[in-house]
Protein backbone atom coordinates (compact mmCIF):
# COMPACT_ATOMS: atom_id res chain seq x y z
CA UNK A 1 0.00 0.00 0.00
CA UNK A 2 2.87 2.51 0.96
CA UNK A 3 4.54 1.23 -2.16
CA UNK A 4 1.33 2.53 -4.43
CA UNK A 5 1.10 5.35 -2.96
CA UNK A 6 4.05 7.53 -4.43
CA UNK A 7 3.33 6.38 -8.01
CA UNK A 8 -0.47 7.30 -7.83
CA UNK A 9 0.99 10.49 -6.33
CA UNK A 10 3.51 11.17 -9.11
CA UNK A 11 0.27 10.52 -11.77
CA UNK A 12 -1.90 13.08 -10.85
CA UNK A 13 0.27 16.03 -11.88
CA UNK A 14 0.72 14.24 -15.22
CA UNK A 15 -3.64 14.13 -15.44
CA UNK A 16 -4.11 17.68 -14.54
CA UNK A 17 -1.08 18.54 -17.09
CA UNK A 18 -2.73 16.28 -19.83
CA UNK A 19 -6.00 18.02 -18.81
CA UNK A 20 -4.55 21.45 -19.13
CA UNK A 21 -2.76 20.86 -22.43
CA UNK A 22 -6.20 19.59 -23.90
CA UNK A 23 -8.28 22.11 -22.65
CA UNK A 24 -5.66 24.57 -24.09
CA UNK A 25 -5.89 22.82 -27.39
CA UNK A 26 -9.33 23.21 -27.87
CA UNK A 27 -9.01 26.76 -26.99
CA UNK A 28 -7.03 27.15 -29.51
CA UNK A 29 -9.11 25.38 -32.49
CA UNK A 30 -12.19 27.14 -31.39
CA UNK A 31 -9.99 30.19 -31.41
CA UNK A 32 -8.91 29.43 -35.38
CA UNK A 33 -13.08 28.53 -35.65
CA UNK A 34 -13.57 32.12 -34.50
CA UNK A 35 -10.97 33.27 -36.94
CA UNK A 36 -11.19 31.35 -39.71
CA UNK A 37 -15.69 32.36 -39.47
CA UNK A 38 -14.16 35.86 -39.33
CA UNK A 39 -12.01 35.93 -42.46
CA UNK A 40 -14.81 34.28 -44.27
CA UNK A 41 -17.50 36.23 -43.26
CA UNK A 42 -14.95 39.54 -44.11
CA UNK A 43 -13.98 37.73 -47.47
CA UNK A 44 -17.76 37.59 -48.20
CA UNK A 45 -18.16 40.94 -47.21
CA UNK A 46 -15.49 41.96 -49.03
CA UNK A 47 -17.03 40.42 -52.31
CA UNK A 48 -20.92 41.45 -51.64
CA UNK A 49 -18.96 45.20 -51.58
CA UNK A 50 -17.06 44.14 -54.71
CA UNK A 51 -20.43 42.91 -56.37
CA UNK A 52 -22.19 46.31 -55.39
CA UNK A 53 -19.69 47.92 -56.78
CA UNK A 54 -19.42 46.69 -59.68
CA UNK A 55 -23.43 45.59 -60.66
CA UNK A 56 -26.80 47.06 -60.86
CA UNK A 57 -28.89 46.29 -57.61
CA UNK A 58 -31.94 45.93 -59.31
CA UNK A 59 -31.14 43.37 -62.51
CA UNK A 60 -28.02 41.86 -61.07
CA UNK A 61 -26.00 42.51 -64.15
CA UNK A 62 -23.02 44.52 -64.67
CA UNK A 63 -22.90 47.87 -63.92
CA UNK A 64 -21.34 51.01 -66.01
CA UNK A 65 -18.03 49.97 -64.31
CA UNK A 66 -17.94 46.49 -64.85
CA UNK A 67 -18.58 46.53 -68.77
CA UNK A 68 -15.98 49.13 -69.13
CA UNK A 69 -13.28 46.78 -67.80
CA UNK A 70 -14.98 43.47 -69.34
CA UNK A 71 -14.84 45.79 -73.02
CA UNK A 72 -11.00 46.54 -72.04
CA UNK A 73 -10.44 43.14 -71.86
CA UNK A 74 -12.44 41.90 -74.95
CA UNK A 75 -10.20 44.87 -77.17
CA UNK A 76 -7.11 43.94 -76.03
CA UNK A 77 -8.25 40.40 -76.78
CA UNK A 78 -9.29 40.99 -80.59
CA UNK A 79 -6.20 42.52 -80.59
CA UNK A 80 -4.16 40.05 -80.04
CA UNK A 81 -6.08 37.46 -82.08
CA UNK A 82 -7.01 40.11 -84.82
CA UNK A 83 -11.05 38.86 -84.21
CA UNK A 84 -13.75 41.67 -83.96
CA UNK A 85 -16.00 42.63 -81.61
CA UNK A 86 -19.22 44.78 -81.32
CA UNK A 87 -21.20 47.04 -78.90
CA UNK A 88 -24.93 46.91 -78.79
CA UNK A 89 -26.47 49.73 -77.30
CA UNK A 90 -29.81 48.87 -76.17
CA UNK A 91 -32.77 51.51 -74.98
CA UNK A 92 -36.33 50.44 -73.78
CA UNK A 93 -38.55 52.58 -76.28
CA UNK A 94 -41.36 54.75 -74.39
CA UNK A 95 -39.75 53.84 -70.84
CA UNK A 96 -40.59 57.12 -69.28
CA UNK A 97 -44.61 56.27 -70.39
CA UNK A 98 -44.50 53.34 -68.57
CA UNK A 99 -43.12 54.78 -65.39
CA UNK A 100 -45.74 57.94 -65.66
CA UNK A 101 -48.88 55.92 -66.16
CA UNK A 102 -48.29 52.20 -64.77
CA UNK A 103 -45.65 53.48 -61.94
CA UNK A 104 -42.22 52.77 -60.91
CA UNK A 105 -42.92 49.31 -59.26
CA UNK A 106 -44.35 48.58 -63.07
CA UNK A 107 -41.16 50.02 -64.76
CA UNK A 108 -39.05 48.08 -62.21
CA UNK A 109 -40.72 44.97 -63.49
CA UNK A 110 -39.81 45.58 -66.80
CA UNK A 111 -36.36 46.68 -65.97
CA UNK A 112 -35.98 42.71 -64.62
CA UNK A 113 -37.87 41.15 -67.50
CA UNK A 114 -35.97 43.28 -69.84
CA UNK A 115 -32.45 42.30 -68.34
CA UNK A 116 -33.40 38.39 -68.06
CA UNK A 117 -34.26 38.26 -72.09
CA UNK A 118 -31.07 39.94 -73.27
CA UNK A 119 -29.45 37.49 -71.19
CA UNK A 120 -30.88 34.89 -72.95
CA UNK A 121 -30.02 36.10 -76.50
CA UNK A 122 -26.22 35.94 -75.63
CA UNK A 123 -23.45 33.62 -74.68
CA UNK A 124 -21.57 32.92 -71.65
CA UNK A 125 -18.17 34.66 -73.24
CA UNK A 126 -20.47 37.89 -73.78
CA UNK A 127 -21.03 40.43 -71.69
CA UNK A 128 -24.87 42.11 -70.64
CA UNK A 129 -24.55 45.43 -68.82
CA UNK A 130 -27.26 48.13 -67.31
CA UNK A 131 -25.93 51.60 -68.77
CA UNK A 132 -28.37 53.62 -66.31
CA UNK A 133 -32.11 54.10 -66.35
CA UNK A 134 -33.85 52.35 -69.43
CA UNK A 135 -30.00 51.61 -71.34
CA UNK A 136 -28.16 48.28 -71.62
CA UNK A 137 -25.38 47.86 -73.14
CA UNK A 138 -24.32 44.88 -74.73
CA UNK A 139 -20.60 43.27 -75.47
CA UNK A 140 -20.36 40.91 -78.41
CA UNK A 141 -16.78 39.19 -78.20
CA UNK A 142 -14.97 36.91 -80.86
CA UNK A 143 -17.18 37.51 -84.16
CA UNK A 144 -16.17 36.32 -87.53
CA UNK A 145 -17.91 39.46 -89.15
CA UNK A 146 -20.34 42.62 -88.53
CA UNK A 147 -23.03 40.59 -89.44
CA UNK A 148 -23.38 38.16 -86.87
CA UNK A 149 -23.70 41.50 -84.34
CA UNK A 150 -26.66 42.32 -86.86
CA UNK A 151 -27.99 38.85 -86.16
CA UNK A 152 -27.78 39.07 -82.23
CA UNK A 153 -29.68 42.04 -82.64
CA UNK A 154 -32.43 41.06 -84.45
CA UNK A 155 -32.58 38.09 -82.40
CA UNK A 156 -32.59 40.54 -79.30
CA UNK A 157 -35.75 42.24 -80.85
CA UNK A 158 -37.78 38.73 -81.59
CA UNK A 159 -37.32 38.12 -77.72
CA UNK A 160 -37.97 41.39 -76.69
CA UNK A 161 -41.58 41.46 -79.29
CA UNK A 162 -42.99 38.83 -76.86
CA UNK A 163 -45.22 40.50 -74.20
CA UNK A 164 -44.22 41.23 -70.85
CA UNK A 165 -45.92 40.10 -68.00
CA UNK A 166 -46.53 43.40 -65.49
CA UNK A 167 -48.52 43.23 -62.31
CA UNK A 168 -50.51 40.06 -63.94
CA UNK A 169 -51.19 42.12 -67.62
CA UNK A 170 -49.45 41.96 -70.63
CA UNK A 171 -47.47 44.61 -71.94
CA UNK A 172 -45.83 45.38 -75.23
CA UNK A 173 -42.60 46.31 -75.28
CA UNK A 174 -40.13 47.56 -77.85
CA UNK A 175 -36.43 48.71 -77.81
CA UNK A 176 -34.38 50.55 -80.55
CA UNK A 177 -30.35 48.86 -81.19
CA UNK A 178 -27.48 50.36 -82.09
CA UNK A 179 -24.39 48.55 -83.04
CA UNK A 180 -20.66 49.40 -83.81
CA UNK A 181 -18.01 46.79 -84.32
CA UNK A 182 -14.37 46.83 -83.61
CA UNK A 183 -12.25 47.85 -85.27
CA UNK A 184 -14.18 48.43 -88.46
CA UNK A 185 -16.00 51.19 -86.76
CA UNK A 186 -13.81 52.68 -84.55
CA UNK A 187 -10.78 51.05 -82.27
CA UNK A 188 -11.00 54.08 -79.71
CA UNK A 189 -13.01 51.95 -76.99
CA UNK A 190 -15.22 55.52 -75.70
CA UNK A 191 -15.89 56.34 -79.19
CA UNK A 192 -17.17 52.92 -80.13
CA UNK A 193 -19.89 53.09 -77.53
CA UNK A 194 -20.81 56.92 -78.69
CA UNK A 195 -20.65 55.35 -81.75
CA UNK A 196 -23.55 52.44 -80.86
CA UNK A 197 -25.20 54.90 -79.18
CA UNK A 198 -25.58 57.38 -82.39
CA UNK A 199 -26.70 53.98 -84.21
CA UNK A 200 -29.18 53.52 -81.76
CA UNK A 201 -31.00 57.16 -81.74
CA UNK A 202 -30.99 56.98 -85.73
CA UNK A 203 -33.13 53.51 -85.39
CA UNK A 204 -35.27 55.10 -82.44
CA UNK A 205 -36.21 57.82 -85.14
CA UNK A 206 -37.52 54.94 -87.53
CA UNK A 207 -40.17 54.46 -85.01
CA UNK A 208 -40.65 51.46 -81.89
CA UNK A 209 -38.64 48.18 -82.60
CA UNK A 210 -35.57 49.33 -84.98
CA UNK A 211 -32.02 48.06 -84.75
CA UNK A 212 -29.36 50.16 -86.67
CA UNK A 213 -25.31 49.39 -87.56
CA UNK A 214 -23.43 52.73 -87.05
CA UNK A 215 -22.48 54.38 -90.27
CA UNK A 216 -20.41 57.69 -90.59
CA UNK A 217 -23.39 59.80 -91.38
CA UNK A 218 -25.22 59.52 -88.40
CA UNK A 219 -21.99 61.50 -87.22
CA UNK A 220 -23.01 64.61 -88.89
CA UNK A 221 -26.77 64.46 -88.30
CA UNK A 222 -26.17 64.20 -84.74
CA UNK A 223 -24.09 67.08 -84.72
CA UNK A 224 -26.47 68.83 -86.81
CA UNK A 225 -29.10 67.52 -84.51
CA UNK A 226 -27.24 69.46 -81.39
CA UNK A 227 -26.55 72.71 -82.99
CA UNK A 228 -30.24 72.67 -84.13
CA UNK A 229 -31.34 72.29 -80.42
CA UNK A 230 -29.25 74.67 -79.31
CA UNK A 231 -30.98 77.03 -81.31
CA UNK A 232 -34.46 76.33 -80.49
CA UNK A 233 -33.47 76.68 -77.13
CA UNK A 234 -32.03 79.89 -77.87
CA UNK A 235 -34.99 80.66 -79.80
CA UNK A 236 -37.28 80.05 -76.95
CA UNK A 237 -35.68 81.91 -74.34
CA UNK A 238 -35.68 85.33 -76.77
CA UNK A 239 -38.99 84.80 -77.65
CA UNK A 240 -38.59 83.85 -81.61
CA UNK A 241 -41.46 81.73 -82.05
CA UNK A 242 -45.00 82.54 -83.10
CA UNK A 243 -48.15 81.71 -84.15
CA UNK A 244 -50.09 81.41 -87.47
CA UNK A 245 -53.64 80.66 -87.76
CA UNK A 246 -54.58 78.67 -91.23
CA UNK A 247 -58.59 79.52 -91.46
CA UNK A 248 -60.89 76.51 -91.15
CA UNK A 249 -64.23 76.53 -93.49
CA UNK A 250 -67.47 75.00 -91.65
CA UNK A 251 -69.01 74.35 -95.12
CA UNK A 252 -72.28 74.33 -94.63
CA UNK A 253 -72.78 77.41 -93.45
CA UNK A 254 -69.62 78.73 -95.48
CA UNK A 255 -68.64 80.62 -92.92
CA UNK A 256 -64.92 80.62 -91.10
CA UNK A 257 -65.78 79.64 -87.61
CA UNK A 258 -62.28 78.12 -86.89
CA UNK A 259 -58.05 78.32 -87.34
CA UNK A 260 -55.29 75.74 -87.01
CA UNK A 261 -52.55 77.37 -84.71
CA UNK A 262 -49.34 76.88 -86.52
CA UNK A 263 -45.61 77.19 -85.05
CA UNK A 264 -43.23 79.23 -87.08
CA UNK A 265 -39.54 79.93 -86.17
CA UNK A 266 -38.76 83.31 -86.84
CA UNK A 267 -34.78 83.39 -87.00
CA UNK A 268 -33.45 86.49 -86.95
CA UNK A 269 -30.80 85.72 -89.73
CA UNK A 270 -32.88 83.00 -91.71
CA UNK A 271 -35.81 84.55 -91.63
CA UNK A 272 -39.67 82.61 -90.87
CA UNK A 273 -38.61 78.71 -90.62
CA UNK A 274 -40.87 76.64 -91.31
CA UNK A 275 -41.99 73.37 -88.95
CA UNK A 276 -40.36 71.02 -91.33
CA UNK A 277 -37.04 72.24 -90.77
CA UNK A 278 -37.49 71.99 -86.87
CA UNK A 279 -40.49 70.37 -85.52
CA UNK A 280 -38.87 66.53 -85.77
CA UNK A 281 -35.94 67.75 -83.52
CA UNK A 282 -38.25 69.54 -81.36
CA UNK A 283 -40.63 66.62 -80.77
CA UNK A 284 -37.64 64.59 -80.11
CA UNK A 285 -36.20 66.54 -77.45
CA UNK A 286 -37.29 67.95 -73.61
CA UNK A 287 -38.16 71.20 -75.30
CA UNK A 288 -41.11 69.92 -77.07
CA UNK A 289 -42.63 70.34 -72.94
CA UNK A 290 -42.21 74.20 -72.76
CA UNK A 291 -42.21 75.29 -76.12
CA UNK A 292 -46.00 73.09 -76.24
CA UNK A 293 -47.17 74.83 -72.80
CA UNK A 294 -46.22 78.33 -74.90
CA UNK A 295 -48.07 77.18 -78.01
CA UNK A 296 -51.10 76.36 -75.98
CA UNK A 297 -51.13 79.32 -73.66
CA UNK A 298 -50.58 81.82 -76.45
CA UNK A 299 -53.04 79.98 -78.43
CA UNK A 300 -55.59 80.43 -75.15
CA UNK A 301 -54.95 83.80 -74.82
CA UNK A 302 -55.85 84.75 -78.84
CA UNK A 303 -59.05 82.80 -78.48
CA UNK A 304 -59.89 84.67 -75.63
CA UNK A 305 -59.21 88.09 -77.44
CA UNK A 306 -60.89 86.78 -80.28
CA UNK A 307 -64.06 85.76 -78.04
CA UNK A 308 -64.03 89.50 -76.56
CA UNK A 309 -63.95 90.93 -79.90
CA UNK A 310 -67.66 88.84 -80.59
CA UNK A 311 -65.53 86.14 -82.89
CA UNK A 312 -66.13 83.00 -81.61
CA UNK A 313 -63.61 80.54 -83.09
CA UNK A 314 -62.07 77.46 -82.26
CA UNK A 315 -58.48 76.89 -81.71
CA UNK A 316 -57.40 73.91 -82.74
CA UNK A 317 -53.38 72.91 -81.26
CA UNK A 318 -51.30 69.90 -82.01
CA UNK A 319 -50.20 67.77 -79.23
CA UNK A 320 -47.40 65.84 -79.78
CA UNK A 321 -47.06 62.31 -77.96
CA UNK A 322 -44.74 63.42 -75.08
CA UNK A 323 -47.27 65.94 -74.38
CA UNK A 324 -50.15 63.94 -74.43
CA UNK A 325 -49.22 61.28 -72.57
CA UNK A 326 -47.33 63.44 -69.74
CA UNK A 327 -48.39 62.82 -66.55
CA UNK A 328 -49.61 66.56 -65.58
CA UNK A 329 -51.12 67.38 -69.27
CA UNK A 330 -54.65 67.61 -67.91
CA UNK A 331 -53.95 69.87 -64.67
CA UNK A 332 -51.40 72.21 -66.96
CA UNK A 333 -54.13 72.62 -69.34
CA UNK A 334 -57.10 73.31 -66.86
CA UNK A 335 -54.21 76.43 -65.35
CA UNK A 336 -53.71 77.31 -68.95
CA UNK A 337 -57.50 77.94 -69.56
CA UNK A 338 -58.27 79.73 -66.10
CA UNK A 339 -55.43 82.10 -66.73
CA UNK A 340 -56.40 83.12 -70.38
CA UNK A 341 -59.58 83.25 -69.08
CA UNK A 342 -61.21 81.65 -72.12
CA UNK A 343 -63.89 78.66 -72.13
CA UNK A 344 -62.52 74.99 -73.17
CA UNK A 345 -64.71 74.89 -76.05
CA UNK A 346 -63.08 77.68 -77.82
CA UNK A 347 -60.31 75.08 -77.87
CA UNK A 348 -59.92 71.67 -79.95
CA UNK A 349 -56.95 69.34 -79.06
CA UNK A 350 -55.68 67.09 -82.24
CA UNK A 351 -54.18 63.90 -80.97
CA UNK A 352 -52.81 61.50 -83.61
CA UNK A 353 -54.48 58.00 -84.33
CA UNK A 354 -51.54 55.81 -82.93
CA UNK A 355 -51.88 57.52 -79.80
CA UNK A 356 -55.15 56.31 -79.34
CA UNK A 357 -54.47 52.78 -80.35
CA UNK A 358 -51.32 52.46 -78.00
CA UNK A 359 -52.25 49.40 -75.80
CA UNK A 360 -49.59 50.42 -73.48
CA UNK A 361 -50.83 54.13 -72.32
CA UNK A 362 -53.99 55.39 -70.89
CA UNK A 363 -55.55 57.25 -73.66
CA UNK A 364 -58.83 57.05 -73.20
CA UNK A 365 -58.50 58.50 -69.34
CA UNK A 366 -56.46 61.19 -70.61
CA UNK A 367 -58.82 61.81 -73.61
CA UNK A 368 -61.99 61.93 -70.94
CA UNK A 369 -60.29 64.18 -68.73
CA UNK A 370 -59.62 66.58 -71.29
CA UNK A 371 -63.16 66.33 -72.17
CA UNK A 372 -64.30 67.17 -68.94
CA UNK A 373 -62.34 71.08 -69.35
CA UNK A 374 -64.68 71.35 -72.37
CA UNK A 375 -62.39 71.08 -75.06
CA UNK A 376 -63.04 69.70 -78.62
CA UNK A 377 -60.97 66.44 -79.46
CA UNK A 378 -60.10 65.76 -82.46
CA UNK A 379 -57.75 62.89 -84.28
CA UNK A 380 -55.71 63.82 -87.12
CA UNK A 381 -54.19 62.35 -90.29
CA UNK A 382 -57.06 59.28 -89.79
CA UNK A 383 -57.10 57.15 -92.26
CA UNK A 384 -52.96 56.58 -92.42
CA UNK A 385 -52.71 54.42 -89.52
CA UNK A 386 -54.36 51.21 -88.10
CA UNK A 387 -57.21 52.60 -86.39
CA UNK A 388 -61.05 52.03 -87.76
CA UNK A 389 -64.00 54.52 -86.63
CA UNK A 390 -65.66 51.69 -85.16
CA UNK A 391 -62.87 51.44 -82.21
CA UNK A 392 -63.08 54.83 -81.65
CA UNK A 393 -66.45 54.29 -80.59
CA UNK A 394 -64.74 53.98 -77.26
CA UNK A 395 -63.57 57.58 -77.33
CA UNK A 396 -64.93 61.02 -76.85
CA UNK A 397 -64.00 62.08 -80.02
CA UNK A 398 -65.53 65.63 -81.31
CA UNK A 399 -63.85 65.56 -85.04
CA UNK A 400 -62.06 63.34 -87.38
CA UNK A 401 -59.30 64.81 -89.53
CA UNK A 402 -59.05 63.19 -93.02
CA UNK A 403 -55.37 63.08 -94.11
CA UNK A 404 -54.41 65.27 -97.41
CA UNK A 405 -53.59 61.90 -99.15
CA UNK A 406 -56.89 61.41 -99.28
CA UNK A 407 -58.38 64.47 -100.01
CA UNK A 408 -55.58 64.01 -103.25
CA UNK A 409 -57.47 61.13 -104.11
CA UNK A 410 -60.86 62.89 -104.94
CA UNK A 411 -59.89 63.32 -108.99
CA UNK A 412 -60.03 59.62 -108.44
CA UNK A 413 -63.70 59.13 -106.88
CA UNK A 414 -62.90 59.40 -103.33
CA UNK A 415 -64.37 56.54 -102.20
CA UNK A 416 -62.32 56.70 -98.91
CA UNK A 417 -63.14 60.31 -98.30
CA UNK A 418 -67.14 59.06 -98.59
CA UNK A 419 -66.54 56.42 -96.56
CA UNK A 420 -64.67 58.11 -93.68
CA UNK A 421 -67.62 60.44 -94.07
CA UNK A 422 -70.47 58.70 -93.48
CA UNK A 423 -68.95 56.35 -90.63
CA UNK A 424 -67.98 59.49 -88.85
CA UNK A 425 -71.45 60.80 -88.97
CA UNK A 426 -73.15 57.64 -88.43
CA UNK A 427 -70.92 57.41 -84.49
CA UNK A 428 -71.85 61.57 -84.29
CA UNK A 429 -68.59 62.97 -84.82
CA UNK A 430 -67.67 65.98 -87.64
CA UNK A 431 -65.38 65.63 -90.08
CA UNK A 432 -62.79 67.93 -91.34
CA UNK A 433 -60.76 67.56 -94.64
CA UNK A 434 -56.87 68.66 -94.43
CA UNK A 435 -54.55 70.76 -97.19
CA UNK A 436 -57.70 71.10 -99.39
CA UNK A 437 -55.85 72.78 -102.67
CA UNK A 438 -58.39 73.30 -105.49
CA UNK A 439 -62.07 74.70 -106.03
CA UNK A 440 -63.19 71.48 -107.36
CA UNK A 441 -62.01 69.55 -104.04
CA UNK A 442 -63.99 71.95 -102.12
CA UNK A 443 -67.13 71.02 -103.81
CA UNK A 444 -66.45 67.67 -103.97
CA UNK A 445 -66.77 67.61 -100.40
CA UNK A 446 -69.38 69.90 -99.76
CA UNK A 447 -71.41 67.51 -101.75
CA UNK A 448 -70.64 64.52 -99.54
CA UNK A 449 -71.36 66.56 -96.39
CA UNK A 450 -68.41 67.14 -95.26
CA UNK A 451 -68.08 69.56 -92.39
CA UNK A 452 -65.08 71.42 -92.69
CA UNK A 453 -62.19 72.06 -94.45
CA UNK A 454 -58.38 73.86 -94.17
CA UNK A 455 -56.13 74.49 -96.95
CA UNK A 456 -54.32 77.01 -99.51
CA UNK A 457 -57.18 76.86 -101.27
CA UNK A 458 -59.29 78.82 -98.22
CA UNK A 459 -56.55 80.17 -97.17
CA UNK A 460 -52.68 80.21 -96.13
CA UNK A 461 -51.75 79.68 -92.61
CA UNK A 462 -51.44 83.92 -91.58
CA UNK A 463 -51.36 86.04 -88.37
CA UNK A 464 -54.01 86.74 -86.03
CA UNK A 465 -54.62 90.26 -87.58
CA UNK A 466 -54.98 89.08 -90.81
CA UNK A 467 -57.28 86.25 -89.89
CA UNK A 468 -59.49 89.66 -88.10
CA UNK A 469 -59.45 91.09 -91.87
CA UNK A 470 -60.66 87.88 -93.47
CA UNK A 471 -63.37 87.69 -91.32
CA UNK A 472 -64.27 91.06 -91.66
CA UNK A 473 -64.36 91.60 -95.48
CA UNK A 474 -63.40 88.42 -96.89
CA UNK A 475 -66.28 85.91 -96.02
CA UNK A 476 -67.83 86.88 -99.43
CA UNK A 477 -64.26 85.68 -101.58
CA UNK A 478 -64.90 82.17 -99.06
CA UNK A 479 -68.37 81.96 -100.56
CA UNK A 480 -67.30 82.22 -104.20
CA UNK A 481 -64.86 79.55 -103.68
CA UNK A 482 -67.78 77.29 -103.46
CA UNK A 483 -70.52 78.44 -105.48
Not at 88 to 94: G, K, N, T
Not at 103 to 122: K, N, P, T
Not at 150 to 169: L, R, S
Not at 319 to 344: C, N, W
Request: charged letters at 20%; aromatic letters at 6%; glycine letters at 6%.
Amino acid sequence: MNSIWPVAAGVAPCLLALAAGQWQARGLRARCAQLQAALVAQRDNEMRLDFIAHHDSLTGLPNRLQFQMQLEHGVAYARRHESLLAVLFVDIDRFKTINDTLGHDAGDQVLVQFAQRLRQCVREVDTVARQGGDEFIVLLTELHNGADAQQVAEKIMNTIAEPFVVNGDLLDVAASIGVAVYPDDDEDIETLIEKADLAMYAAKQRGKGASLRFLPSMQAKAYSRLILETALRHALDHDEFILTYQPKLDLKRQQITGVKALLRWKHPELGVVMPLDFLPVLEQSALIMPVGAWVMATAAEQARRWLEQGLALTVAVHLSPRQFFHKDIVPSFAAILEKAGVPGRCIELEITEAMLIDKNQNAEEIVQQLKQLGVRIAISDFGTGYASLNYLRRFPVDVVKIDKSFVDDLARGGAMVRAIIEMAHTLGMQVIAAGVETPDQLAQLQQMACDEAFGFCISAAVSADEVELLLAGGQQQVAALTS
